[in-house]
Each structure stands twice: as structure tokens, then as C-alpha cells.
């Protein structure tokens, strides 16, 4: 039997945003508001539909990708063998062929890529999101049928299927439906949970695991502008803010430790992001599977879900293993591009380095094996030198403690044959010297 303390409560609700003035009477605000939803929707449907027709590129072809491109089709983009890629790559390999900016994909965040931002910069000077150290559960659905369920979620009910669009995979329901999704352990104490979305007005869609006492857990929520998003149950019931968003395709982060829990929405750029929740009290319990249900009112859309475990402060692991891997440092697709979110990881080595000065080390970058291994030595090898470059400028830490290495696939941290393994590969870690 799961106990309340082997429970975990995530519930997120998602409405869609306003797209009209304060000016206008509430009245037409509403129907203008439903017009431009529907609108979203069916444009969505018809990519989608477009997209079940996809023409099938290899990820080296950027001639079959433009020409497919160019002609208004949807590219399906796999490797060699004819194996679908990862939402990343296929982002990637569009991006490089057509010359439009990559979304982001697995490893990375969706935000749009904008070099005139930068880490600490803005209102990422006060972003602490950091992602969990072990990734656990990872899915872009690059390994199912499109038009299937996915293989690796427990069926409840509904009607739910994996689409493509724009460059990566998601699950499409248009109606109700429930799945599990079963993890390989019981949540730890410390752990994070990040998904994309896509949610129409009136939609929702929410995470759970069911406790024994249903009166004896928090939970979660997520929604759309003018809404309060946050941290609700029996201990708290408002931990949680008015905010607005401005995009249908979100972005959604959880951070738990114990029962402090921070819950984060929308974070695609610095004008964007927001901090909705920060609870001291919370009792989301842990469990080892995560129970979704989705109430879309049109089209829902749900990918690239990750679950990760949160491990030691970063002194305290190189202290005690000599080396830390972190996933918290976070680049453009395919660049050496430091992204803004890595913000609050780059803040916890620049402060650590300040706080022992006698700490030295070596910042090794690694990648998982899709793509050429020339290109993925290349690319460890830049990226480690951007993060020395970075704490360098930004923290004023002599050069001299500073070590880089790039090792492209070749120390995997986890086997390349699954979801999980491959993000586990695609990290920076940090070796005391």
C-alpha cells in the first residue's frame, strides 16, 4: 500500500492567454478571447494534420530538409538507419537547413534563441531554478509510432496519440483521458519535474499520485493569464501569485526539497518567466509512478517531460566523489551560446570558487553520441571554455584555477540506449584538481 509519505501530489491547470486590452468590455473581451483561442487551435490541428504526411529527411540532409521545407511540408528527420531522432536534433537539423532560429528541445529549454540575453542578466539575476543532477525519466517520444500511444505510459482512458510539429513529438488528446507515467524509483527528497504544453482556453491538465488520504496532500497548479498558479492543500491554500503569460505553448518547472517547493511557468525568455510559487510548508509526498489526467477543450499538446533527482550541494559532492555532473548549465542548440537560465548553476560555482580560493578545477563538456563524433568533440570543447570564460568575467576568478576539456560521447555517465541515458550524457561536470 503507498502511504501518504510515498505520495506525490502535482496538479497543473492551464488556460489560455488573453489576447485583448483592458479597454474592452468584458463581454467581447470574452468572445474575441475564444475567437483567437479557436483560431490558435485549429491552425495547430492543421499542422498536425499536415505533419502525419511528413517528408522523411536523414539529419545530415539539409538538401532534403530545405526542399521539404520549401515546399510547406512537414520533415520527419532521422539518422542513418531511418530511426526518428530527438526533438533536439530534429529542431536542430530544420534550424541549420533553413536558417530559422532552433527551438529548444531535450537537455535544453524551449526559450527562443536570443544571444542579447544572457545569464544574470535581467530578471534572470533573480532566477534560481536548477534541475536535478540525475535524470530519471525522460520522454520526446522519439521512440514511438506517430499516431500510437506512448509505449512506456500505463493506458487509463481517453484518446491520446503522439504527433509531430514543428521539429520534435507530442502527445495530442483533443478529449479527456488519464495515464501513468511509472518511474524507476520513488521520488527522492530533493527532485525536479519540467514539461512543455500546449493548452486551449478552458483546458487543463494535472500530475498526481493518489495518497491514502486524499485530505493529506499538496498539489500543484498551473495556469493561464489573470489566473493564480502555485502550491495548494491542506497546510497552504495560497501559496501562489496573479500572473500573465503571453504564448499557448508553455513551459512548466517544479522544485522540490523536502517540503519546500518553488513552482515556475512560462520561463522562454527574460520578459517571460515567472516565479508563481515559493512554499516553505509543502506536502507533496513521493512516489514512484506520476498519475496524469489532461481536460483539454480542443487540442492538448504535451512533451518533453523530464524528472531528475536533486543530489548534494556542489562543494559538499566534489569534496566527497573529487567530481560533479550538472545538467543546470544550458546552451543554444548546436552553440556554445550560454543560455539565461543557466543563471542560478553558474551562480552556485562562481560563489563556491569565491568561498574556497584555494579550489581548482577542471570543466570537463560532454555530449550524448547522436551526431558526428568530430562535431561533438568540437562543440564539449567550446562549451567548456564558455563556462570558464563566463566565471572568469563575471566573478573575477583567476584563470589559473580554471581548467578545460572537452570529451564530446566518448565517457558516457549512463548507456546511450535510452531517453534517460542520453540526457545524463549531455552535462557539464566539474573536476577538483
Not at 534572470?124 to 521512440?143: K, L, M
Not at 478552458?202 to 500530475?207: D, I, S, T
Not at 480542443?298 to 512533451?303: I, K, N, V
Amino acid at each position: 500500500m503507498i502511504t501518504v509519505g510515498q505520495t506525490l501530489g502535482l496538479v497543473l491547470a492551464a488556460l489560455a492567454p488573453t489576447a485583448t486590452g483592458a479597454q474592452i468590455p468584458g463581454f467581447v473581451r470574452q468572445k474575441v478571447k475564444a475567437k483567437v483561442q479557436q483560431e490558435a487551435s485549429t491552425a495547430i490541428d492543421t499542422a498536425l494534420n499536415k505533419a502525419t504526411n511528413a517528408v522523411k529527411c536523414v539529419v545530415s540532409d539539409a538538401a532534403c530538409i530545405k526542399k521539404a521545407k520549401a515546399a510547406g511540408k512537414a520533415v520527419a528527420v532521422t539518422d542513418a538507419s531511418g530511426k526518428p531522432v530527438s526533438s533536439a536534433d530534429s529542431a536542430a537539423a530544420i534550424a541549420a537547413a533553413t536558417g530559422a532560429p532552433a527551438p529548444g528541445g531535450a537537455g535544453q529549454t524551449p526559450a527562443a534563441q536570443s544571444p542579447t540575453v544572457k545569464p544574470g542578466e535581467g530578471a534572470w539575476a533573480n532566477y534560481d531554478f536548477v534541475p536535478g543532477d540525475r535524470i530519471i525519466f525522460f520522454e520526446d517520444f522519439t521512440n514511438d509510432n506517430v499516431g500510437d500511444f506512448p509505449r512506456r505510459f500505463e493506458f487509463k482512458g481517453g484518446n491520446m496519440e503522439v504527433v509531430e510539429w514543428q521539429g520534435g513529438r507530442y502527445l495530442r488528446a483533443n478529449g479527456s483521458g488519464d495515464f501513468r507515467i511509472p518511474l524507476p524509483e520513488v521520488l527522492p527528497e530533493r527532485f525536479t519535474v519540467e514539461f512543455d504544453y500546449y493548452l486551449d482556453q478552458g483546458g487543463h491538465v494535472w500530475l498526481e499520485s493518489i495518497p491514502a488520504d486524499t485530505g493529506n496532500h499538496s498539489y500543484v497548479s498551473f495556469s493561464g493569464p489573470g489566473n493564480n498558479s502555485g502550491v495548494y492543500g491542506p497546510v497552504t491554500s495560497d501559496g501562489s501569485v496573479e500572473h500573465h503569460v503571453s504564448g499557448l505553448f508553455l513551459h512548466g518547472r517544479i522544485m522540490a526539497d523536502g517540503r519546500y517547493v518553488k513552482v515556475y511557468l512560462n520561463d522562454r525568455g527574460a520578459e517571460n518567466f515567472t516565479r508563481v510559487a515559493n512554499v516553505p510548508n509543502a506536502n507533496l509526498g513521493r512516489s514512484n509512478y506520476i498519475l496524469v489526467g489532461v481536460r483539454p477543450s480542443s487540442t492538448m499538446l504535451l512533451g518533453n517531460i523530464t524528472v531528475a533527482a536533486g543530489g548534494k550541494k556542489l562543494y559538499d559532492a566534489l569534496a566527497e566523489q573529487g567530481r560533479v555532473a550538472t545538467h543546470g548549465i544550458l546552451f543554444d542548440t548546436g552553440s556554445d551560446q550560454l543560455r539565461p537560465e543557466s543563471t542560478p548553476t553558474l551562480k552556485q560555482i562562481g560563489g563556491m570558487l569565491t568561498q574556497h580560493p584555494d579550489l581548482k578545477l577542471t570543466i570537463e563538456g560532454h555530449t550524448d553520441n547522436v551526431g558526428g563524433d568530430a562535431a561533438n568533440q568540437t562543440l564539449s570543447e567550446k562549451r567548456a571554455a564558455a563556462v570558464k570564460q563566463y566565471l572568469v568575467s563575471a566573478y573575477s576568478i583567476d584563470a589559473g584555477r580554471l581548467a578545460t576539456k572537452g570529451f564530446g560521447a566518448s565517457k558516457p555517465a549512463s548507456p546511450n540506449t535510452t531517453p534517460e541515458g542520453r540526457q545524463n550524457n549531455r552535462r557539464v561536470e566539474l573536476v577538483k584538481m
